[in-house]
C-alpha cells in the first residue's frame, strides 16, 4: 500500500493505473528517500556538501541499470524520477546527467568501444561522468560555443572552457562538446589528461548538495578514439537532453508533491486563533485547492509524455511545453507552501525552503523556462525568435 499522505495527493486516482511492479518500484525508491535521503539532506544542503552517504544504496537500486538494459518503461522510469526529487532535485539530477546526458550520449553516439569500456561501470556508478555542453558564455545559445578540437598527429587536441557542469570535480570521464571543422561534435574526455582542469563552484545557493565545478581543457590531446563519430552537430547534443528534460518533467511533481505533503501535515497540527488548526481557514484551504489542481495537471501531462515516448512518437516540442510548465507550477507549489509555514518556511528543519530554492535551478538547467517557451512559440508561430 502507498502512504497515506501520497493517497490524498492522487486525486485523479492516477496510481491506480501503475503495474503492480510500478507500484513495487516506487514504494522501494520511496522507502530509500524517506529513510536515507530526508534524514541527511537538509545538513548537506546547509554545509554545501555532497551527500556521499547515500549514494551505496542508490547504486544498489540498480536503476542506471535497469534503464540501459531497456527493462525499464518510460513511465516507471517517471514515476522514479518523481520520488527521487521528492527527495532531493540534486539527487534526480545525479541521476539524470550519469544516466540520459552522459550514458545516452556515450549510447547514441559513441563507438563499441566507448560503449564497452564507459556503460557497465557508469550504470554501476562506479565510475563517474559529465556533460559539458555549456560555456562561461554560451549557456542558452550552446551553438556559439568557443571550445575547439583539432586534428594533431594520432588525435585531436582540444581547449576551451566549460561552466555549471554537474559533477565535473568528480568525474572520471567527460562528454565534451567542441567545434571540429566548425561542427560541434562530442568527445569522450578522460578527466586526468594533461591539461585538464576542473573547479569546483562554491558559493551557490541553490543546489547546494549537488557537485557543480568548471572543465578548463588546454591543449587536452586525444586519441583519435575520443571522438563520437555518430555526433554530428548541436542536434546530436539535443538529443541527449530530450531524455533529460523527460527526468525533469516527472522529477519536479516529486518535489511539489512534497511540499505540499508537508505543508498538509504541519497547518493541520499549527493552532491560531480560537484553539483552531490553520487548515481549517478557508484561505488556506483555497491554496491546497489551487496546489492540488496544479500537481494533477503536471502529472497528466507528465504522464501523456510518458505515454508519447512509450509510443516513440514524442517530438522536442512536446518535452519543452512538458518542462516550461511543471517548472514553473512546481516552484509556484513551492513558494506558496514556504508561505504557509510562515517562519518555519525559511528553516532547514523543514523540507518545504530547500526544495524551493533547488527548483530555482531546474527552472533554469536544461533550457531556461523563456528557451522552452520560444520553442513552443515557434511551434505555434512558425517564428524563430530567439535572437
Ligand atoms: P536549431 O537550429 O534550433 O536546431 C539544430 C538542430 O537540432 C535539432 N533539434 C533537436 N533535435 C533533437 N532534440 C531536440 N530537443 C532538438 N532541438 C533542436 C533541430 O531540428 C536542428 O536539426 P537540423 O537537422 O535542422 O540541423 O539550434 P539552435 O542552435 O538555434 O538552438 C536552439 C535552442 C535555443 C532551442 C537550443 O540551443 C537549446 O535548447 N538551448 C538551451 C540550452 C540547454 O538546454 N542547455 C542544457 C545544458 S546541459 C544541462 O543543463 C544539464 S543540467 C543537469 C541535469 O540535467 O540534471
Ligand atoms: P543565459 O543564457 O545567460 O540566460 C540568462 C537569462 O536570459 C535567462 O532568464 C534566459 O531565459 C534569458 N534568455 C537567454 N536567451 C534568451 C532569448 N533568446 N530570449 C529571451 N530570453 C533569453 N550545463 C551543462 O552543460 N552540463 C551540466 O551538467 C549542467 N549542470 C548545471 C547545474 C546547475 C546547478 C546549473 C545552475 C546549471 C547547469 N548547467 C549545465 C548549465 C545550464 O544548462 C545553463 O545555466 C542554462 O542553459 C542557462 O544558461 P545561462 O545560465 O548561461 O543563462
Redesign the pocket.
Known amino acids: 500500500m502507498l502512504q497515506s499522505a501520497e493517497t490524498i495527493l492522487d486525486l485523479y486516482e492516477l496510481d491506480a493505473e501503475w503495474s503492480e511492479e510500478q507500484r513495487a518500484i516506487v514504494e522501494q525508491v520511496r522507502r530509500y528517500v524517506n529513510n536515507e535521503v530526508l534524514p541527511c539532506i537538509g545538513e548537506h544542503h546547509n554545509n554545501e556538501t555532497f551527500p556521499a552517504e547515500i549514494i551505496p544504496t542508490l547504486k544498489q537500486l540498480g536503476l542506471l541499470e535497469a534503464v540501459a538494459s531497456g527493462d525499464m518503461d518510460p513511465i516507471t522510469y517517471g514515476l522514479v524520477m518523481r520520488e527521487l526529487e521528492r527527495g532531493s532535485s540534486a539527487l534526480?539530477?545525479?541521476l539524470?546527467?550519469q544516466g540520459?546526458?552522459v550514458m545516452g550520449a556515450v549510447s547514441m553516439f559513441g563507438s563499441d568501444e566507448h560503449k564497452k569500456t564507459w556503460l557497465p561501470e557508469l550504470g554501476t556508478m562506479d565510475k563517474w561522468g559529465c556533460?559539458g555542453?555549456?560555456e562561461p558564455d554560451f549557456?542558452?545559445?550552446?551553438?556559439g560555443m568557443l571550445t575547439r578540437a583539432e586534428r594533431v598527429s594520432g588525435g585531436y587536441k582540444i581547449s576551451g572552457a566549460k561552466s555549471?557542469i554537474?559533477n565535473a570535480t568528480k568525474a572520471d570521464m567527460a562528454v565534451v562538446w567542441a567545434k571540429l571543422d566548425g561542427k560541434i561534435r562530442a568527445f569522450v574526455v578522460e578527466t586526468d589528461r594533461k591539461g585538464f582542469e576542473t573547479r569546483d563552484i562554491k558559493g551557490k545557493w541553490s543546489f547546494r548538495s549537488s557537485s557543480t565545478g568548471q572543465l578548463l581543457m588546454d591543449n587536452v590531446e586525444v586519441p583519435e578514439s575520443a571522438l563520437m563519430e555518430k555526433s554530428t552537430?548541436?542536434?546530436s547534443?539535443?538529443?541527449c537532453?530530450?531524455q533529460?528534460?523527460y527526468?525533469?518533467v516527472w522529477g519536479v511533481v516529486g518535489a511539489a508533491r512534497g511540499c505540499l505533503e508537508e505543508t498538509v501535515m504541519y497547518l493541520k497540527e499549527r493552532v491560531q486563533f480560537d484553539g483552531k488548526p490553520l487548515a481549517s481557514h478557508q484561505l488556506i484551504q483555497n491554496k491546497f485547492a489551487w496546489m492540488a489542481a496544479e500537481i494533477t495537471g503536471m502529472e497528466l501531462i507528465a504522464k501523456r509524455l510518458g505515454e508519447l515516448k512509450a509510443q516513440d512518437q514524442v517530438k522536442?516540442v512536446h518535452?519543452?511545453l512538458a518542462k516550461m510548465n511543471n517548472c514553473r507550477k512546481a516552484i509556484e507549489v513551492a513558494r506558496t507552501c514556504r508561505e504557509l509555514l510562515g517562519a518555519n518556511g525559511i528553516h532547514s528543519e523543514y523540507h518545504v525552503g530547500r526544495r524551493m530554492v533547488d527548483l530555482e535551478t531546474?527552472l533554469t538547467?536544461?533550457?531556461?523556462e523563456h528557451?522552452?517557451s520560444?520553442?513552443v512559440g515557434q511551434h505555434l508561430t512558425g517564428i524563430?525568435a530567439?535572437s
Open positions: 534526480r539530477s545525479i539524470s546527467v540520459s546526458l556533460f555542453l555549456t549557456g542558452s545559445n550552446p551553438s555549471w554537474t552537430s548541436i542536434g547534443a539535443l538529443k537532453l530530450n533529460a528534460r527526468s525533469i522536442p518535452v519543452s531546474v538547467y536544461e533550457g531556461t528557451i522552452h520560444l520553442i524563430a530567439y
